[in-house]
């Protein structure tokens, strides 16, 4: 599979929001590191991935425990 890294720049362009909006209000909120972006060399720059933000804009990101509700016991509720 083909990986295709982006500036914070340049994933602006794409997605149409603001560099200051991806980086305040999106990372680390829906753009996972590891997931969505990566530190190349353990150092302080960004490249986004591409490939997993389309796929994860299209179908939204959802995992089974988002919708289950944490109880007390730590076991979770699905409602």
């Known amino acids: 599979m083909q990986t295709t890294y982006l500036t914070t720049e340049a994933l ?5 929001y603001d560099v200051r909006t991806i980086r305040d209000r ?3 909120s829906v753009l996972i590191e590891g997931v969505h972006y990566i ?4 150092g302080r720059k960004i ?6 933000i389309e796929r994860d804009m299209r179908i939204g ?7 289950a509700i944490p109880m007390a016991s730590g076991a979770l509720c699905h409602g």
């Open 12 to 16: 602006s362009e794409r997605i149409h």
């Open 26 to 28: 999106l990372k680390d």
């Open 39 to 42: 530190r190349p060399f353990g």
């Open 47 to 52: 490249l986004y991935l591409w490939e997993p």
């Open 61 to 67: 990101k959802r995992t089974p425990t988002d919708a």
